[in-house]
């Protein structure tokens, strides 16, 4: 049910009942086992009521477009949670001087380096989508040294484990490294390359609690977490796909500039014709069938308002209007969906790149908001860092307009093709500030119609 936004609801309420009898049944094991004291009872209801009390509250407060922060938020404490587990056994199993099997050691350590990672890093992209964090790439002399330093280290601390030396001091040195390589991880990665980064945490936090099951010999737990893991490793995979780029490259970093604005384009090159509201206006008001490309800028400006209040008012002429989704035009999977359900933009009108490619040739206007890579024509040459990449085929429609603030590059840092076409004009413009404009454009001119 989470596969469609007509069903995604649904699907979230039924997860909610869910998490719900599975609270309920652990409380009634452990009443059954008579396994805690009042002690732990009183923890586990100060548990109950200060995370319902949190999440009740981010419920209120939280836009939909802070859902990819939120979502990073959730992969963080997912991920501590089940190091705290896997911590938590390692001193209960090594009381009293004895020593960890084998198998609880590797686990253990396992859960706490994922786990670890998955906390810090997922902190860091949710910094970097709220803004708190540049989304540039931060990278700095010998980052990537340190990170081999800190793996090695990890391996090290394994081994001398399973030899029986450090104990519970090396654990938490383990655990510390694993920390600071989360950080070292997702820093250098940019902003553009989010949408990646948040699924392959999500593997992460999957990983994290399968091995913690395995840790506590738990396997409804194992099962739960290597579920996790592998939908978010195979949504890994097919972002990455989408955006042309191998997942190590994207965990490499230090790759394109993120989300930061550019300069407003002053005197933009000859072969770039430039339009302002008013004739872009006239083209879709006269249009018979438009197709709303929104990309990555318009998700930075929380401009999917404007963009809806445009095309009702285009409906209301009788145009017929169609959303263009690419895999990567939000900033996390499925993000540009959510962002225009919660402006109430019709689910039937959002349409994947698959099924939309083949109608371009048919649109008579085609408007891109804050695309870049996705729509560049030079993926389909060879030779350039785009080359292969799936991409809406806007260059197809009768006519291209092209809201963006500068003629600044992606993140694949090339020039795009579509913004030379004889066939496009370009809008430059803050995503918000030039849909309104739009808007009121189109309202003036029915008006003197009228």
Do not use: C
């Amino acid at each position: 049910m989470m596969n469609s936004p007509a069903t995604a609801k649904l699907g979230s309420r039924l997860s909610a009942i869910g998490m719900t009898v599975a609270v309920v049944a652990t409380v009634a094991l452990v009443v059954h086992s008579s396994s805690i004291d009042v002690t732990g009872w009183v923890v586990l209801a100060a548990g109950v009521l200060i995370g319902s009390a949190i999440g009740f509250r981010f419920a209120r407060i939280v836009a939909m477009t802070a859902i990819p922060q939120l979502v990073s938020l959730f992969n963080a404490v997912g991920g501590g949670a089940a190091a705290l587990v896997g911590l938590a056994e390692f001193i209960r199993a090594t009381g009293a001087g004895s020593t960890a099997p084998p198998h609880i050691i590797i686990a253990t350590v396992l859960d706490v380096v994922i786990g670890g990672v998955t906390f810090t890093g997922s902190l860091v992209a949710a910094a970097k989508l709220q803004g708190t964090i540049s989304g540039q790439p931060l990278v700095f002399p010998g980052a990537r040294g340190i990170t081999a330093l800190l793996s090695l280290l990890v391996v090290a601390g394994l081994v001398l484990l399973l030899t029986g030396v450090g104990g519970l001091p090396l654990l938490l040195g383990i655990v510390a490294a694993s920390l600071v390589l989360g950080l070292t991880m997702v820093l250098p990665i940019g902003g553009a390359d989010m949408p990646v980064v948040i699924a392959l945490l999500n593997a992460f936090t999957g990983t994290a609690v399968a091995m913690a099951g395995f840790v506590i010999d738990n396997t409804l737990l194992i099962i739960a977490g290597a579920l996790v893991g592998a939908s978010g490793g195979i949504l890994t995979k097919l972002m990455a796909d989408a955006m042309n780029r191998s997942i190590a490259r994207i965990v490499a970093g230090g790759f394109g500039t993120g989300d930061a604005q550019a300069a407003v384009a002053g005197g933009p090159a000859s072969s770039v014709r430039e339009v302002s509201a008013d004739d872009a206006a006239i083209q879709l008001a006269f249009a018979s069938k438009v197709i709303v490309v929104p990309g990555y800028g318009l998700a930075v400006a929380q401009a999917q308002h404007e963009v809806r209040d445009l095309t009702k008012l285009l409906e209301e002429r009788g145009v017929e209007i169609t959303y263009a989704i690419h895999p990567v035009a939000g900033r996390m999977p499925g993000h540009m969906n959510v962002l225009l359900a919660e402006a109430a933009v019709p689910y039937t009108q959002l349409k994947e790149m698959e099924e939309v490619n083949s109608e371009f040739a048919r649109a008579d206007v085609a408007l891109v908001i804050g695309a870049n890579d996705v729509v560049n024509p030079a993926a389909r040459h060879a030779g350039n860092a785009l080359s292969g990449m799936p991409i809406l085929d806007v260059d197809q429609a009768k006519s291209v307009i092209v809201i963006k603030r500068s003629m600044g590059h992606g993140y694949a840092g090339i020039d795009n093709e579509l913004y030379t076409d004889a066939k496009t004009g370009m809008l430059f413009a803050d995503a918000k500030a030039g849909l309104a404009a739009l808007t009121a454009a189109v309202k003036s001119l029915l008006g003197q119609a009228a």
